[in-house]
Every structure is written in structure tokens, then in C-alpha cells.
């Protein structure tokens, strides 16, 4: 069986799976690269840029349009990156040392290895489950999964809050729709959650999912929720266009 880390979707992409040694577009399973080493991470920016990160911590770009992805940046000393977002050229990403940091990059190579450095935005004391970005008047806004519970980062002001409500909560996986202003939250056992601004709801008739690692929403209508649980089947659901499915 096949480890897929990362299910994502984009406006001008068909669905994106990272598995263990290369990227596949579904349904035409077309590969990006392919590579010694695991992917572990795929980001995609506000201008649908594709940011790659495999397990030897090297970054790979994929500009929007191109079906080919090359190298911008290389960590050197740093632990293994295990989940990343990236929001006007500032990657966020999570190690596996639980700590949230944050490094400028541009489409450089050499530009990015002798200017660009790490700076500390959350250093977790609990395991980090997931990671999630939404900007909010044009500026990013983190959200990071902990064991249990949800924590929200605004990175220019360092304010954190800590969500009550998801205390025993284990969050697998944010995703926020184009053109949405709010998040989709998936749980390990408590299915899927949907809202905003500290504020979300369960969505009806997904309490019994178990073991949710990602989900995507299609752009027909009505929309389909695509579900991928963590024995890697793939279950769908309609969902209406007023979210009326939110219980």
C-alpha cells in the first residue's frame, strides 16, 4: 500500500496526491518528479505556485502552469519538515522537533541560501498534528493542530489563542475552499468541522468517520466533500451550497 501525504486541490489543477516517491495528478496520474527521497510536504501560494519538500528538507518549486518543479532552497541544518503553508513568499513550516517556524523565499537558489534564515513563530510543548493558513485582511493567519487541542497564530503580532472547544479534539488536517472565509477542520474521531474566527460546527454526517487524514472540495455544483481516510479509501459527499449540511 501506497503512503499518500498530502491530497490537494486547485482551480486550475485536477487533485494532487504526494505519496512516498512522487507527485500524482488524479485522474490522469501524471507525475511532477520523481525522487529518491519521500515527499513530505506540498504547499500551494496565493498565485497557485506549487512549494514541494521532501525528506532530505530540500525545496522544490512548481510555478503555476509548468509541469516541472526545480530546486529554490536547501536546509542545512535543520530537523526533518514534516508539514508546511506559504503565503506571499514567507514558508511556514512544521519540524519534527514540534516547532512552527518561518522563512522568506524567493524563486532563487543562491539568493535564498545566503539570504534567507528561520525565525521561531511557535515552539510546541505538545505534539503538532496539522497546520493550516488563512489570511484575514490580506495577512496570514495560522492555525496549528496539537495534541489535543487548536491553537491560532497571528504571525506578525505574535497573538495566540488557544480554542477551548477542541481540547480533546485530535485535528488531522485544515482546508479552506477558494474564495471562502472559512475552514474546514478534519478530526481523527470526531469527523469534520466547518467555521471561523475560533467559532466551528460539526458537519452533519461525519461524525462516524474514523481515522480522517485529508479532505477537498470540488468547484461543481452542488460541491462534492472528497474524503480520505487514513486506510487510504476515498469516500465523497454532497454538500449544498448554503452549508445547510452544518449541524
Known sequence: TTEIYTLSLHDALPICIATENAVWKVPVHQSVFNDNAAIMSAATDEN?????INAHNEIFLQPNGSDKAYKIFDFIREAPIVDSRIYN??????????DLKQVSLTSYFIRNILLSHSQMVYDSQSKITSLGLMTVDNKPKLYLGIQDGLIEIEPESKHIDTIPSFND???TKFYQQSKDNNLYLTTLNHGIFYGSNGIYKPIAGTGGMENIRSMAITKEFPPQMIVLA?????????LNSSHSSVS
Request: proline share 0%; glycine share 12%; with cysteine.
Open 48 to 52: 497557485g505556485d506549487i512549494y514541494y
Open 89 to 98: 513568499g514567507c514558508l511556514y513550516y512544521v519540524t519534527s522537533n514540534h
Open 169 to 171: 479534539k485530535y485535528i
Open 230 to 238: 487514513g486506510n487510504s479509501d476515498r469516500k465523497s459527499t454532497r
